[in-house]
């Protein structure tokens, strides 16, 4: 039996992970950079982060074209990704029904070229279903097979 990561052929965790195939790939360019999910109640849920999980607020924003408040919230420590409350207000085409199993939002993907990233997954079967900019910044989602969202974005 072999122990976790270890491959059969050498007993060690090299080459077991998928991630050592990354240099390699020939498709998009991508890096994870945050996970996004979608709350009701703004202020609860940075406390919960907060308080409960030490987490530290990174920065608060409002996002016009959807009517809505975003919190980027980071660990302690170098290297940790972002999570990011989003909360939309009422007349936001985003401000649905809330139910457990639909918080999450969105993931997203940081992108040198974000034309030639939509024009790849475009020709992928996966069209954008919304585009927006902000200052310093250019985005667009398209969406996986499973129908989560999924943020392309450029920043610079």
């Known amino acids: 039996m072999y122990g976790w990561g270890m491959t059969p052929k050498t007993g060690s965790a090299k080459g ?3 991630t050592a195939d990354l240099q390699r790939a020939e498709t998009m360019k991508a890096k994870f950079f945050y996970t996004g999910i979608r709350v009701k109640d703004l202020e609860a849920s940075v406390k919960f982060y907060t308080t409960v999980l030490g987490m530290k607020v990174r920065g ?6 959807a009517k809505g408040t975003v919190v980027e919230l980071v660990s302690e420590g170098e290297g940790g990704n972002t999570l990011e409350l989003n909360y939309y207000e009422k007349g936001s085409s985003f401000d649905t029904t809330y139910a457990v199993g639909d918080g999450l939002d969105h993931l997203a993907f940081a992108v040198k070229d974000l034309d030639a990233a939509l024009a790849e997954a475009a ?3 996966h069209p954008v279903v919304l585009k927006m900019q902000e200052p310093g910044s250019r985005y667009a989602y ?9 943020e392309l974005a450029q920043f610079g």
């Open 60 to 65: 608060r924003n409002t996002v016009d074209a």
């Open 142 to 150: 398209i969406q996986d097979p499973n129908g989560i969202w999924i």
């Open 16 to 18: 077991f992970y998928p």
């Open 123 to 125: 020709k992928a079967g």
